[in-house]
């Protein structure tokens, strides 16, 4: 057997040895991509529902506090505008929510008595928003703190 015939066979093993290698590289790659695309679609996502969220809840303390002498806190924290029906939760489904590029919806609005303290009431707002469809949905919520 010559020597030539001998370099040749190993030869053939590096080739394909390399090609698997490439080709395992290639595949890893294109999945980082993939799961790259999908964190960038989910950080956009979640902020879009924390900047709506928020838009609700400044939306809520603007109809509380019409002007800096008087508040509705109470009347609207134990009224029924929150509720799903109520002008105010309508109001921000239909002018804030819907406005937005992504699918999004209002998931829950309420606001909740935590008791009080120096005869001053204390209550959460709390608002929670979902963007997005399937793999890509995500949700966020923002509390607000108020004392009546």
Not at 53 to 77: F, K, Q, R
Not at 98 to 104: G, H, M, Q
Request: some cysteine; overall charge negative; aromatic content about 8%.
């Amino acid at each position: 057997m010559s020597r030539k015939s001998k370099q040749y066979g190993s030869m053939l093993l590096i080739v394909l040895f390399v090609i698997l290698v490439l080709g395992y590289l290639a595949t890893s790659l294109n999945l980082t991509s993939w799961s790259s695309r999908d964190s960038t679609n989910r950080g956009i996502l979640g902020t879009q529902a924390w900047l709506l969220s928020h838009s609700a809840n400044e939306y809520v303390l603007t109809v509380m506090y019409p002007t800096p002498t008087t508040d509705n806190v109470d009347a609207i924290c134990t009224g029924t505008r929150l509720n799903l029906n109520g002008d105010i939760r309508t109001f921000i489904e239909d002018q804030i929510i819907e406005s937005a590029t992504a699918n999004c919806q209002l998931m829950a609005l309420e606001c909740t008595d935590r008791g009080d303290l120096d005869s001053r009431t204390f209550y959460i707002l709390e608002s929670t928003v979902s963007c997005g469809t399937g793999i890509n949905e995500v949700q966020r919520s923002q509390q607000v703190w108020l004392r009546d």
